[in-house]
């Protein structure tokens, strides 16, 4: 049994903390908001984020971040990626002592184009408070975890030993955790997915079917790779749960976000407006921007991303985006693939 905190209280925090608690940790979970700590710890829900969800009386909220930190040793950070380094430098003034963070954010910094480790170790960098930092990721939508629906993930971190004990603290019969030595690539997959998630959301809008799903998701997954190549990651990894396993269930759940501001796209709605009727973050869309300005450094070929790219920002319609990309040059799928991954 471990003292652990959770930093971030939205869906996916809440149920992190519930898997933890199921494996009988003491979970500090810490949000901004008074009347949420309130209910959590006087009724045990979370109901604007998982509705009809009770929760383990050994997971306690709180607004103060300096008792949810004391004397713990792992901090579970789950954020919106725009949050993390404030966060985290709000984190770094309570801090008495080296800690391991565990993150579950899925995103890419626009203008650094720094993945979420490489944000927490830049912000950690003039100190000594920081042990290791591990990525968890994978197909798992929080409304399933927190209904103890089999779900299986990956964590990853420069040391084999972090990995292992984010393993241990989050297995158990209803989620299984396999360990992954590339880093780089567990994040760029979890990162870059929610763009095809998008666009698959916005072809179901346009009113297109599973054909073209099958497409986004097959070529969205090579572009994944292409960038995750360029930029240190093992192939293989793409082929895994952070990779293909993420991409499906994003790109065809109505629990998605991303697959949902594509729908709502699609169907002629505003980028402004879509972002307003959601009420909570759309990792994709910063993830687009950030991933066609890594496309342009880089000189990797993105053509899904970088249509996404126009219509999101730079007044494209979704039907002139699809006209666009099935009116590209022709290729060859192998010997194309071949040549992307050398």
């Known amino acids: 049994m471990s003292n652990l905190a959770v930093i971030g209280a939205g869906s996916w925090g809440t149920a992190l903390a519930m898997v933890l608690a199921d494996n009988d940790h003491n979970v500090r979970i810490w949000a901004r908001r008074s009347d949420q700590v309130n209910e959590i710890n006087e009724h045990h829900t979370n109901s604007k984020y998982l ?19 004391e004397n713990v040793e792992v901090v579970v950070l789950v954020v919106p990626t725009k949050a993390i380094r ?20 899925k995103g890419i910094e626009p203008g650094t184009h720094k993945r979420v480790s490489e944000m ?59 360990t992954n030595s590339d880093l780089v690539g567990v994040e760029i997959g979890g990162a870059l997915k929610n763009s095809i998630a998008l666009v698959c959301g916005l072809t ?10 099958a497409a986004i998701m097959t070529r969205g997954l090579a572009e994944i790779t292409r960038m995750g190549v360029k ?82 920002f730079e007044g494209l319609s979704p039907n002139q985006a699809t006209e666009q990309l099935m009116g590209r040059v022709k290729k060859h799928e192998v010997e194309q693939l071949s040549v992307d991954f050398q």
């Open 51 to 69: 509705p009809n969800i009770t929760l383990s009386e050994r997971i306690t909220a709180y607004t103060e971040l300096d008792k949810a930190l």
């Open 86 to 105: 404030e966060n985290v430098q709000h984190m770094i003034k309570f801090l008495s002592k080296p800690i391991t963070i565990i993150h579950a954010s």
């Open 120 to 178: 927490i170790e830049e912000e950690f960098s003039k100190t000594n408070l920081l042990q290791n930092v591990v990525v968890l990721s994978g197909p798992s939508h929080a409304e399933e975890v927190s209904l103890r629906q089999p779900t299986t993930v990956t964590v990853s971190s420069e040391s084999h030993e972090a990995s292992e004990l984010a393993q241990d603290l989050f297995i158990n019969k209803h989620f299984r955790v396999y």
């Open 204 to 213: 179901n809008g346009l009113g297109l079917g599973d054909n073209t799903k």
């Open 231 to 312: 930029l240190g990651a093992n192939p293989l990894t793409f082929a895994g749960l952070s990779g293909l396993g993420d991409l499906i269930v994003t790109c065809t759940s109505i629990h998605s976000r991303n697959y949902r501001a594509g729908k709502m796209i699609g169907e002629g709605k505003s980028l402004d407006d879509v972002l307003a009727s959601m009420g909570m973050v759309v990792e994709g869309i910063r993830t687009t921007k950030a991933a066609h300005e890594l496309a342009l450094k880089w000189q990797v070929d993105m053509p899904i991303t970088s249509s996404l790219y126009a219509v999101l």
